[in-house]
């Protein structure tokens, strides 16, 4: 136990860069000289169930969303270097928009058409959070953060993948929204570029 009171340092989360290149938790307390350091949440480890390494749910660092929640799920909120800690339950909804359109996204940094542990809107078995399951869905955007997944994994879903403009969504779409995806994709590439 940490007496915040007492305790003069940081705590702070971190996913260690590119997430697909599994370490160990002592392995990343050693490179950023830690006292101590505790795996803090839950990842995919099968190919199966999408890109190994990434988290299966909400993950935010430096203020940036890394990966979103699996529906309404508890997490635990770092502030003022882990002066202030606090646990919530929390949802996200990111929205990407080209011009006067939108599109919601449904995932950040995982493989097009898996969700693991489920809690995304037309999920299928379920739309609700499902510790440990991994989900379909048909028709599916997902934000690539190059820092965290460099390049776009392979999936299911019939898609179109796109490595510009870095940090822009790079298409993914499956079924009936796969079009869409695609005009998305050179309209957000035209909008970021001119």
């Known amino acids: 136990m940490i ?4 305790f003069k340092g940081t705590v702070e989360g971190t996913h260690d860069g590119d997430v697909t290149r599994r370490r160990t938790t002592s392995s990343v307390a050693a490179r950023l000289n830690s006292l101590v350091a505790v795996n803090g ?11 190994q390494g990434t988290m299966s749910g909400l993950g935010a660092y430096d ?9 309404a799920r508890a997490a ?9 800690i606090r646990v919530a339950d929390l949802t996200t909804t990111v929205t990407a928009r080209a011009g006067n359109s939108s599109y919601r996204i449904q995932g950040i940094n995982r493989v097009p058409g898996l969700v693991r542990d489920c809690g995304r809107p037309g999920a299928v078995p379920s739309a609700l959070p499902w510790q440990d399951v991994t989900c379909r869905l048909t028709d599916d955007l997902v934000r690539f953060t190059p820092s965290s997944v460099p390049t776009c994994p392979p999936g299911p879903a019939r898609r179109r993948c796109s490595t510009r403009p870095a940090g822009w969504c790079r298409s993914v779409r499956a079924g009936a929204g796969y079009r869409r995806a695609e005009a998305f994709s050179r309209a957000s590439a035209a909008r970021a570029t001119g």
Not at 63 to 71: Q, T
Request: charged share 20%.
């Open 76 to 84: 635990l909120i770092l502030g003022d270097g882990g002066s202030h």
């Open 63 to 71: 203020g940036r969303l890394g990966s979103m929640a699996a529906g």
């Open 41 to 51: 949440g839950f990842f995919v480890t099968s190919d199966a169930d999408g890109v």
């Open 3 to 6: 007496d915040p009171r007492l």
